[in-house]
């Protein structure tokens, strides 16, 4: 079906798709099993016996038991044909589709089983091994089967594994077993919620031991803790430090002062408050150290504070100025 199918049908539709499929599955699951698993083995064997189907008495099972009915050879018609390899309920829709050509049951009709019984002379086909049985004849089973109070698990054929249980049971001739899933169901949720709880029981052990190894490293993270404040603030003195020299470099001042002056001027004071600087000396006749100052460009605001203030020297001038240094 589509996709559009699929969100057009109704809840009964879906609910008997989803059906089909889970059977689907199961009879795929259930084709892996063991054949001797499959072929009733693990349940009392209820024989039925002569062209009447008389159920042998002795050693019979108990009332209420699930058994593995075994019908007589001669009460069934069998024949060996070849189909494409399918699973084993593809394989009972493809006899049920084909039963009335595959055996000769008359007006009454009959149900037809089958088996997969190894691979075909051709790739992809697969042997198997049909029986049939007439329609009177399977009316008698379930009768036979309530006098006696037991429940058909498989009904059988005498030296075949073929199993017309579903078969019976798909025309209505023989009621379904209880199922044992709702207590398969049961367990499984009670083991998912052992499987739960003990995740869940770990992961508070795991927490807990770690809460437990968090508390035991507290004193030791305090400590830690504390090693890097203090460090902190010793790198924000250190900073501090730094840009306060920066800012009060007297010795880089005055070294690119002495730099700046040109040839033959030299310092008789040197004034460094942080932010301006004054300078006063002498220069030979014709430098500009105001100019030569500018230069620079590390030096702004350079002004003159007059010459006269200073004993003259013969072949000098003399110079008093105050400028701004760049940091």
Do not use: K
């Not at 209420?64 to 019908?71: E, F």
């Not at 498989?154 to 075949?160: D, E, P």
Request: aromatic share 6%; charged share 20%; hydrophobic share 50%.
């Amino acid at each position: 079906m589509s996709g559009r199918g699929l969100l057009d049908a109704d809840m009964a539709t879906l609910a008997r798709m989803a059906a089909d499929g889970w059977r689907w599955w199961t009879g795929e699951l259930a084709a892996m099993v063991p054949p001797a698993w499959r072929s009733g083995g693990r349940f009392p064997r209820y024989w039925l016996r002569g062209p009447a189907l008389v159920p042998e008495r002795a050693g019979r099972a108990a009332a209420g038991a699930r058994v593995a009915v075994v019908l007589p050879e001669d009460a069934v018609l069998t024949r060996t044909i070849e189909r494409p390899a399918a699973g084993p309920r593809d394989l009972r829709a493809m006899l049920a589709i084909e039963g009335d050509r595959l055996m000769p049951f008359g007006e009454e009709g009959g149900l037809v089983a089958g088996r997969a019984i190894g691979a075909g002379r051709v790739p992809g086909q697969m042997r198997v091994a049909v029986a049939g049985l007439p329609i009177a004849t399977a009316r008698t089973i379930a009768p036979a089967l309530q006098a006696d109070r037991l429940v058909a698990a498989r009904v059988l054929v005498a030296g075949s594994a073929v199993d017309f249980a579903p078969a019976l049971r798909a025309a209505g001739l023989l009621p379904r077993p209880g199922s044992a899933a709702p207590l398969l169901w049961a367990v499984v949720g009670f083991l998912l919620f052992l499987v739960l709880a003990a995740t869940i029981w770990r992961d508070q052990a795991r927490v807990d031991r770690l809460r437990g190894l968090v508390e035991a490293q507290q004193p030791a993270m305090a400590i830690a803790q504390q090693i890097g404040h203090r460090a902190d603030a010793a790198r924000r003195i250190a900073a501090t430090l730094v840009a306060e020299r920066r800012r009060h470099d007297v010795l880089g001042v005055l070294a690119l002062t002495g730099e700046a002056l040109p040839d033959q001027a030299w310092l008789q004071h040197f004034v460094w408050d942080g932010v301006e600087v004054r300078l006063t000396g002498y220069r030979p006749t014709g430098a500009d150290v105001a100019a030569a100052l500018r230069a620079t460009r590390r030096f702004r605001q350079v002004q003159s504070n007059g010459d006269d203030a200073q004993n003259p020297v013969t072949g000098a001038a003399a110079f008093d100025l105050t400028a701004r240094v760049r940091q």
